[in-house]
Every structure is written in structure tokens, then in C-alpha cells.
């Protein structure tokens, strides 16, 4: 009998601590983590819990390998490396790419916290009311720093008079990034390793249309957790 009320004991205190770590892995998802590499290097990316919708999308396309042989096709110097565009994977030189999809769009998730600073992973959008954001195609920022007049201007006439909080303005005077973006892109990540390969792409030779001149592809991959324990990646 001692033995049967000892096991049933063990037994319920298990299931408790399964019934506790259900709860709190529920309540708060682990990081994910995404590899984008090319041959101008590797960057890792860390997906924001806080914006479900576009994490979850990201992590499809990643899954499905959609990105995969996607090019970055547009490429602007201090601002940011767009790509992503199904599109450009059979692309011919010269031809002019971004108008690609997948047939749907993701609804805006913007944040306050989340801005436009240097590294951040965005979506990328046409020109439609909700600034609902393209299915697939994506850009990171490379940006450049900003002093407090030019700010002050982006504030009167790009973000229609909304002031850029306190901390974010000395980030974007230290650090770097594209603030007139803000409240019109949904921001969705960010680079954790591998900026270098940002600024690599950013430095290519263009055409008339930002295309790189050279084809510059992509393959995205979903980081395994040992991956993420060895590059001390929090999780």
C-alpha cells in the first residue's frame, strides 16, 4: 500500500510540473531564430514575439523554403537591402523585380517599441490604405545616423507631426537607422549576428533601378536549438 501512495505521488507531482511548464512555454514562445545566408556572408535573425502575425508568415515562408534562390533586388546604400520577391528567382539580367507575391497580405502590427533602427528586419508593402504588408518580401536596415535638426524635420513632415521618443532619437543619432519608416512598416526582427553581411550588400554596384548588378541570393533557414545555444543566442 506504502508503495502504490508513494508511485501515485510521484505520479501527480509529474504531472504538475508538465501541466506548469505547458503553461508558462504557452504563455510566453521561445525566441525563433532565422539564417540568411548569401555570398556576402551569413546574418542571424531574431523574430519579435510581439508581432505574431508577421513571425508566424515569416516562419512559413522559411519552413516551405519559398525565400530560398530569392534575390535581394533592391539595394540602397544607407537605407536598407530589400528581397524576397518569388519573382526574382528566374529573373534575366536587367529585368526589374518587386512587384512579386504570394496572393495575400499580413495586417500592420505596429509597435512603439519597435522602430527603425540600424538591423531591424521589416516587411515590405505597395501603397494600400492599411499598410498591410507584402507576403513575402522583406528588408534590413542598414541605415545612417541623423543629427537632432534632421530628426526634428523627419518629425514635422514625414511622421505628420509625431514625436520619436527620447531613447529612440539617441539610437538613431548613435546607432543608425531609417526613422521616416516608422508607423509605416511593420518591424518584425532583428539582426543578432551578422550586420557585416548587410553592409557588404549595401556597398554592391547597382543598376538604374537598385537591382545589384550581380545576382545576390538567398537561402533562409530555421536555427536549430543547438545552433542557437552555441552562438549564445537568448531562447
Known amino acids: 500500500m506504502y508503495k502504490v501512495q508513494k508511485i501515485a505521488k510521484i505520479v501527480s507531482l ?55 534562390q530569392t534575390l535581394f533586388h533592391r539595394v540602397i546604400k544607407n537605407f536598407m537591402i530589400q528581397g524576397g520577391d518569388p519573382t526574382s528567382k528566374t529573373a534575366k539580367a536587367g529585368d526589374l523585380l518587386g512587384e512579386g507575391d504570394l496572393g495575400y497580405r499580413i495586417d500592420a502590427e505596429f509597435d ?78 532583428e539582426v543578432v549576428k551578422g550586420l557585416e553581411m548587410v553592409d557588404a550588400i549595401a556597398d554592391v554596384k547597382v543598376d538604374r533601378n537598385n537591382r545589384p548588378l550581380e545576382d545576390i541570393k538567398m537561402q533562409v533557414t530555421l536555427m536549430k536549438p543547438r545552433e542557437i545555444k552555441k552562438l549564445k543566442l537568448k531562447n
Open 14 to 68: 509529474t504531472l504538475v510540473f508538465v501541466l506548469l511548464n505547458t503553461f508558462v512555454f504557452a504563455a510566453k514562445p521561445k525566441n525563433q531564430y532565422v539564417k540568411i545566408t548569401t555570398i556576402k556572408g551569413d546574418v542571424y535573425l531574431k523574430l519579435y514575439n510581439e508581432t505574431p502575425k508577421h513571425r508566424d508568415n515569416f516562419l512559413k515562408l522559411v519552413k516551405e523554403g519559398t525565400l530560398n
Open 112 to 189: 512603439t517599441t519597435l522602430f527603425h533602427k540600424r538591423g531591424v528586419l521589416a516587411a515590405a508593402r505597395d501603397n494600400n490604405p492599411a499598410k498591410a504588408s507584402s507576403s513575402c518580401q522583406f528588408y534590413i536596415v542598414q541605415g545612417k545616423k541623423y543629427t537632432d535638426k534632421e530628426l526634428d524635420q523627419i518629425e514635422q513632415y514625414r511622421l505628420e507631426g509625431k514625436k520619436i521618443p527620447a531613447y529612440q532619437r539617441e539610437i538613431y543619432k548613435t546607432i543608425g537607422g531609417t526613422p521616416f519608416l516608422d508607423r509605416n512598416y511593420t518591424v518584425f526582427g
